[in-house]
């Protein structure tokens, strides 16, 4: 049996959790607030996942690069093959804000947004 400390990111308390663990599996989570807070520790302890944000270069545009994120968490394994496919992506404007710029990036199934507008230059 082993202790795991977390800082829970859920909410703006920020609890300090401490969950339980024997053979993988969350046995007990204290320090929650709410019951948030223990679905966020059993979730980090067994299948962390993050949201992933990023910019890419725009052809084109007005600004040189676009912010983009992923639709949903993705595994926190993911993230750098993730972030290897972002590097080799380019788009040319003009692009709006929720265009999918990768559909499954990374085969993650998982879309990869664009979370400002650029316009093309005149």
Known sequence: M???????????????LTATLENNQVITVTGNSCKIGLEYAKEECSHPTRLLTSTIPVINGILPRVAVKTAKPIPKEMIMPCMEAIKKLKVRAPINLGDIICKDLAHTGISLIATQSILKTP
């Open 2 to 16: 082993h202790k795991v400390e977390l800082t829970c990111t859920c909410c703006p308390l920020g609890c300090l």
